[in-house]
């Protein structure tokens, strides 16, 4: 009912990728133009390709520093009660290396958000729940220290 390229590539941006490809196969099945059809066939390949674009696994968090903003892309299991993001942005400054250390409500078990990050010297992260007034992560960025 609501198959379109653009549903597909809304899908593609909240990492539900295996969605957003079933999507572009069923557009690309009933395409009566061929240049149309090869277009959703290339996105497709685009999609199955970009490890950027891969679906993440359950529990998932991926960060990426893209133009001066990092995005950060999470999947956690869907009956998660009170999903939330802990983000530490470490910026060169002036006076030297600045933290910006946040705690963030998810608005879903999924997703992506973008932060301004200029000066960006290395970021942490970690997806969880909050339980009795204290954060569990289930996830972390990276996954290992050191």
């Known amino acids: 009912m609501f198959e379109t390229e ?10 539900l990728l295996d ?6 196969r069923r557009l690309a099945e009933v395409a009566g133009d061929p240049t149309q ?8 390949s685009e999609l199955a390709r ?3 674009l891969q679906a993440l696994e359950t529990p998932g968090l991926r960060v990426r520093q893209i133009d001066g903003e ?3 892309a999470w ?5 998660l009660a009170t999903p939330t993001l ?28 973008t932060f301004p990050a200029g ?12 339980q009795d007034g204290s954060f569990v992560p289930l996830v972390r960025f990276p996954d290992h220290l050191g």
Request: glycine share 10%.
């Open 119 to 130: 000066g960006l010297a290395s970021v942490r992260a970690a997806a969880g729940r909050v």
């Open 19 to 24: 969605q957003a490809i079933d999507i572009f």
């Open 75 to 79: 999947r956690l299991p869907p009956d």
């Open 86 to 113: 802990q983000l530490l942005l470490l910026r060169r400054g002036p006076a030297g290396v600045e933290n910006d250390a946040r705690s963030l409500p998810l608005p879903g078990p999924h997703g992506r958000m």
């Open 70 to 72: 990092v995005e950060v």
């Open 37 to 44: 059809r090869l277009r959703y066939e290339t996105r497709i």
């Open 6 to 15: 653009t549903m597909a590539e809304l899908c593609a941006r909240q990492g």
């Open 50 to 52: 970009d490890p950027s």
